[in-house]
């Protein structure tokens, strides 16, 4: 059964620093995706990785995969408050067709 | 083009009434699957259709639970009586082939149902 696990789960970070949410995973992956939700909200599409070093970038977030070690980073550069939200990754095994999605790290980034 | 549409986007209903969801996918988009998202929690699979063919409900408590996808477009989710428990946000996703496999899912606005 694949499990997808994400650290930390809680993260309360100053604007203007920077920092890294890891997405690890148990069982063989090449895609992986990162969502993003505010509250009350649904899950925006962030990244989707497809491959080993695949590495995307948007604004202040770049998103990286390596499937050797099962694990998923989606780092934060000079947070705003804007990107308070819940960031969730998930990974499929079967070629886009069955999603599991991590607990979800709750992001705050405070003035 | 229009996302992921689904009715209704809240519901409040007494335990061991009935209650159904829809959704509508964004078109062309044969897979759709149906979450639910506990409070704090990441969403987890319901269902998952291919074209009209349920594929996986390995996840769906058959007792209470039913889904259909009539013509492999819209899809309704029902709970037949509801549960206390079975309150959360029931999000619909829908992805599409792209020849190299699917796009990643995009997700409807949800339906939060409280169960009282």
């Known amino acids: 059964e694949l499990k997808v696990e994400q650290n930390p789960l809680f993260l309360s970070m100053q604007e203007g620093k920077n920092y890294t949410i890891y997405c690890n995973y148990s069982t063989t992956s090449d895609r992986l995706y990162w969502y993003r939700q505010d509250p009350g909200k649904s899950l925006e599409s962030l990244f989707v990785l497809l491959s080993n070093g695949a590495v995307k970038q948007e604004g202040r977030l770049m998103a990286s995969l390596d499937t050797k070690a099962r694990l998923s980073t989606l780092h934060i550069t000079a947070a705003v408050h804007d990107l308070s939200a819940t960031y969730f990754c998930?990974?499929?095994?079967?070629?886009?067709?069955?999603?599991?999605f991590g607990p979800g790290t709750r992001l705050s980034v405070l003035p | 083009e229009a996302g992921v549409v689904q009715s209704p986007r809240y519901k409040i209903i007494e335990k061991k009434q009935p209650v159904a969801f829809w959704c509508n996918p964004i078109s062309g988009h044969n897979t759709l699957y149906w979450y639910r998202q506990n409070l704090g929690q990441g969403p987890e699979l319901l269902i998952r259709?291919?074209?009209?063919?349920?594929?996986?409900d390995s996840q769906l408590p058959k007792d209470r639970f039913s889904a259909e996808r009539l013509k492999g477009v819209d899809s309704t989710l029902k709970i037949q009586p509801a549960e206390l428990g079975d309150s959360a946000v029931y999000l619909c996703?829908?992805?599409?082939?792209?020849?190299?496999?699917?796009?990643?899912?995009?997700f409807g606005q949800g339906t939060r149902l409280t169960v009282v």
């Open positions: 998930a990974v499929d095994t079967t070629y886009g067709q069955n999603f599991v």
């Open positions: 996703a829908s992805s599409g082939w792209t020849g190299w496999g699917n796009t990643e899912a995009f």
């Open positions: 259709y291919e074209n009209e063919e349920a594929v996986d």
